[in-house]
Antibody, heavy 122, light 107 residues
Framework: QVQLQESGPGLVKPSETLSLTCAVS????????WSWIRQPPGKGLEWVGY???????NYNPSLKSRVTISLDTSKSQFSLRLSSVTATDTAVYYC????????????????WGQGTTVTVSS | DIQMTQSPSSLSASVGDRVTVTCRAS??????LNWYQQKPGKVPKLLIY???SLQSGVPSRFSGSGSGTDFTLTISSLQPEDSATYYC?????????FGQGTKVEIK
């Protein structure tokens, strides 16, 4: 049973860089696409981006200039960095496994971490 | 970006009722539509993928239909544990986008 666990600071100062890690256990990180999703307090879900085993990435254009997702297969984890944060980046950040098939054709995100709350405040 | 619009934004129904939530995409997304359930303070849970495929372990009272731009999530017989917010999400083109959510409450 694959499990995901996010970790990282819960408080980040404005203009600094948010850094989170998602540890993958119970399965191979080299088989799927892996996404980050965030949810501001009381609001809906926003996809941040994904990474594939090859290291190829795809980011939400609304965040593209500030976001970097990386993969460390030796540690079975992937990471999110979001630079120049402001209060609008305050959210619960989730990592998730992306289902796909040959093409690739993408389906839903079937395994999620528990989420980690990040607050941007001085 | 593909815009996803859900209706209604909220609904209240009784146990045993048939409940329908709709989701409309701003352009065709073939069948690349997924549905999630999120309970307060909990992680989103995948219910339906590819518009109509039931995710493993999800009760059969949940079903999805549609293709192109119009999709439906149906709960055939509402149960107390179905009280939650439901989101649709398109996986046709990045950026993946979600609907604004539909809050389902039990009368």
């Amino acid at each position: 049973q694959v499990q995901l666990q996010e970790s990282g600071p819960g408080l980040v100062k404005p203009s600094e860089t948010l850094s989170l890690t998602c540890a993958v256990s119970g399965g191979s990180i080299s088989t799927y696409y892996w996404s980050w999703i965030r949810q501001p307090p009381g609001k809906g879900l926003e996809w941040v981006g994904y990474i594939y085993r090859t290291g190829s990435t795809n980011y939400n254009p609304s965040l593209k200039s500030r976001v970097t997702i990386s993969l460390d297969t030796s540690k079975s984890q992937f990471s999110l960095r979001l630079s120049s944060v402001t209060a609008t980046d305050t959210a619960v950040y989730y990592c998730a496994r992306q289902i796909y098939s040959y093409g690739p054709l993408f389906y839903g995100m079937d395994v999620w971490g528990q989420g980690t709350t990040v607050t941007v405040s001085s | 970006d593909i815009q996803m619009t859900q209706s209604p934004s909220s609904l209240s129904a009784s146990v045993g009722d048939r409940v329908t939530v709709t989701c409309r995409a701003s352009q065709t997304i073939t069948n690349s539509l997924n549905w999630y359930q999120q309970k307060p303070g909990k992680v989103p849970k995948l219910l339906i993928y590819a518009a109509s495929s039931l995710q493993s372990g999800v009760p059969s009272r949940f079903s999805g239909s549609g293709s192109g731009t119009d999709f439906t999530l149906t709960i055939s017989s509402l149960q107390p544990e179905d009280s939650a917010t439901y989101y649709c999400q398109q996986s046709y083109n990045t950026p993946w986008t979600f609907g604004q959510g539909t809050k389902v409450e039990i009368k």
